[in-house]
C-alpha cells in the first residue's frame, strides 16, 4: 500500500482564495482525520469521519473551514476564504476503525497564505 | 476532555546519553496511549503504544511504561543517537474520543 496520500505537498496562494486539500486514506481504514500544525499550537485535530460520516468536527476553526468524504477513497479539506493565519501544515491520518487505533499519517501539505 | 501534557522542549543531548520525555494524561476512562515521532518533512509515524496499565511499549530502543497511579507514560531511551533527532508526541486514544496528541517536544542529538 502507498500509504496515505497528500496533495497538494505544498501551496502558496494569496489571502482570500479558495485553498483545497486532497486526502487518499489507507484502503480498508474506515476513519480519517484531518489536522492542522503550526509553531504556535501545536498539532490540532481538526474534523475526523467514520465510514464518510463526520463524527466530531469541534476543531473546525470557523465557517471557512469545511471538510467532506464522499466516499471511502477520498476526502478534502476546504478553506473559502483564506487567511494568512491559515498558514499551517494539513495532516491526514486514516486508521483502520473507531477507538484506539494506530494513526497513519500522510506527508501533509504545507500551506502558506500571503 | 480527554488531554495529554508532555515536558516542554528542546531537549538537546549528546549521543549515546540517556533520554526521558516525560508525558502525563487526563481520561475519563481507560485509554490507550502512543509515542510518535516527527522527522523533518514528514508526517507522525507511531514509534510504540500501550493499552493497558503496567503494559510496556517499546520499539528502536525506546520505552514507556503505562502507568496509571500516576497517569503517566514517559518516553525513555537509554543510549540516543544523531538519527533520534525529531520531535516526539505523546498520544492517547479513547473509544469515545479518538486520537489526542500533546504539543510535541523536539529533540536535538549531537554527536
Known amino acids: 500500500d502507498a500509504g496515505v496520500i497528500q496533495s497538494p505537498r505544498h501551496e502558496v496562494t494569496e489571502m482570500g482564495q479558495e485553498v483545497t486539500l486532497r486526502c487518499k486514506p489507507i484502503?480498508?481504514?474506515?476513519?480519517l482525520f484531518w489536522y492542522r500544525q503550526t509553531m504556535m499550537r501545536g498539532l490540532e485535530l481538526l474534523i475526523y469521519f467514520n465510514n464518510n460520516v463526520p463524527i466530531d468536527d469541534s476543531g473546525m476553526p470557523e465557517d471557512r473551514f469545511s471538510a467532506k468524504m464522499p466516499n471511502a477513497s477520498f476526502s478534502t479539506l476546504k478553506i473559502q476564504p483564506s487567511e494568512p493565519r491559515d498558514s499551517a501544515v494539513y495532516f491526514c491520518a486514516s486508521s483502520p476503525g473507531p477507538g484506539a487505533n494506530v494513526l497513519t499519517f500522510g506527508a501533509g501539505s504545507r500551506l502558506t497564505v500571503l | 476532555g480527554d488531554s495529554v501534557t508532555q515536558m516542554e522542549g528542546p531537549v538537546t543531548l549528546s549521543e549515546e546519553a540517556f533520554l526521558t520525555i516525560n508525558c502525563t494524561y487526563t481520561?475519563?476512562?481507560?485509554?490507550?496511549l502512543f509515542w510518535y515521532v516527527q522527522y523533518p518533512g514528514e508526517g507522525l509515524q507511531l514509534l510504540l503504544k500501550a493499552t493497558k496499565a503496567d503494559d510496556k511499549g517499546s520499539n528502536k530502543g525506546f520505552e514507556a511504561t503505562y502507568r496509571k497511579e500516576t497517569t503517566s507514560f514517559h518516553l525513555e531511551k537509554g543510549s540516543v543517537q544523531v538519527s533520534d533527532s525529531a520531535v516526539y508526541f505523546c498520544?492517547?486514544?479513547?473509544?469515545?474520543?479518538?486520537?489526542?496528541f500533546g504539543a510535541g517536544t523536539r529533540l536535538t542529538v549531537k554527536p
Open positions: 484502503s480498508g481504514h474506515n476513519s
Open positions: 481520561a475519563t476512562g481507560y485509554p490507550s
Open positions: 498520544a492517547l486514544s479513547d473509544p469515545s474520543n479518538d486520537m489526542r
